[in-house]
């Protein structure tokens, strides 16, 4: 690589190409936002079995995914990006899809989101730790109290997180593996392409789902009606794929720790779209804790990295 490239790769995002990337980000979350809802209408009646929602919707996304990159002729990952390919598949392609599944068996569409809302934070950190981001004091402070507020807003809606349940455990454990898959996804994304990296984590995590999906089968022969067949496509094609397009293009482009930001407004999506498809009640308090919430990551994303992240060049 050349001293030009090298400066070029440390140089800080123009402010629209800053903007961008909160752009595409924000179209991402609105795709995720449906998840959790859609999810909890899959399992919530035992018709569909969590294992079948959590494999199978993998192996839907994998099946588009194989089509897109033999369309397109892309190239194949080269060495270590393999091993960066399968993090990113069991962060978000195995992990996240798996543990929500079985966690929303029990917990509600509301409680799934006051757990989930601690997403933003736990991929900032992340994204700190392995894209050498460094954030300003200011936009922590913003981050934290973000965080707090969606959790506080969420809450309310969800009944709180009272005690910690096996649901909640799962909830957890879905928000870090998430992170991991999010941040590293973000990074490989600048090298292979936004919508190349979750089709080959997808593609490479086809097999393990494939046996998954047949198991379930096997186990317990799904019995769903329109509805919840209707939920389950949406899981595969948007959730687990095409809102990986825009989700991976935004952090791509960065700052990454500002763009995860976004998903602070995740909480009060989910929370409408609950309210109009579950029947959960919509309130006043719920509409200005969302206004809230939205401020919050608002005033977040705004804050200027005080040292520019340097972005990753290609291995």
Known sequence: MTAHSSATLARPLPLSSSRAGLWWGLLGV??????VPFTRVAVADGA???????????????????????????RLPRGGQW????????????????????????????????????????TAVTAVLRGRERPPVRFWVMAAVGALTAVGFASLQGGGLGGVHWSDLLLFGAVAAAAVGYAEGGLLARELGAWQTISWALVLSAPLMAVLLAVSVAQQPPTAGPVEWAAFAYLGVVSMYLGFFAWYRGLAIGPMAQVSQIQL?????????????LGERLTWPTVLGGLAVVACAGTAVRTRLGRAAPRTAPE
Not at 30 to 35: E, M, P
Not at 271 to 277: F, I, Y
């Open 48 to 74: 569909i079995s969590p294992l079948f929602v959590g494999s199978g919707r993998a192996v839907i996304a994998a099946l588009l995914a194989a089509a897109a990159l033999a369309l397109t002729r892309q």
């Open 30 to 35: 609105a795709g995720f936002s449906f998840t």
């Open 265 to 277: 407004v995740q909480p009060v999506m989910t929370l409408c779209w609950a309210a109009l498809l």
């Open 83 to 122: 091993g960066r390919l399968a993090v990113v598949a069991a962060g978000v392609v195995v992990g996240f899809p798996m543990l929500t599944s079985y966690a929303l068996t029990t917990a509600s569409a509301g409680h799934g989101a006051v757990v989930i809302a601690l997403l933003p934070a736990a």
